[in-house]
Nanobody, 121 residues
Framework: QVHLVESGGGLVQPGGSLRLSCVAS????????MGWYRQAPGKERELVAT???????NYADSVKGRFTISRDNAKNTVSLQMNSLKPEDTAVYYC???????????????WGQGTQVTVSS
């Protein structure tokens, strides 16, 4: 079994910053992709940023230049530094990871429980 646990959400004023972190634990042989998604009320869940094991990074256009994703392979963690936050960034942010639990087994996709980010004055 694999677990993803997020931390770091909260309330911040427009223009402020927050840092989200996610740690993966459990039966882990290899982590292929780690990333962040978000879901605002009444909207579908959308990709925010992903980073693969080789270091390639992908950002949603709406966060480019403001958000930075990073990962620590030794600690099985992924972080999201969010700067210049806007009210439209308000959402529940979910950690997502593609993890291979055992050699010769296919990777599976796992989700964290989500952490609320609210940007408001």
């Amino acid at each position: 079994q694999v677990h993803l646990v997020e931390s770091g959400g909260g309330l911040v004023q427009p223009g402020g910053s927050l840092r989200l972190s996610c740690v993966a634990s459990g039966s882990i042989f290899m982590i292929n992709v780690m990333g962040w998604y978000r879901q605002a009320p009444g909207k579908e869940r959308e990709l925010v940023a992903t980073i693969i094991s080789g270091g390639s990074i992908n950002y949603a256009d709406s966060v480019k230049g403001r958000f930075t994703i990073s990962r620590d392979n030794a600690k099985n963690t992924v972080s999201l530094q969010m700067n210049s936050l806007k009210p439209e960034d308000t959402a529940v942010y979910y950690c997502n990871s593609e993890i291979q639990s055992r050699i010769y087994e296919p990777s599976r996709r796992y989700w964290g429980q989500g952490t609320q980010v609210t940007v408001s004055s």
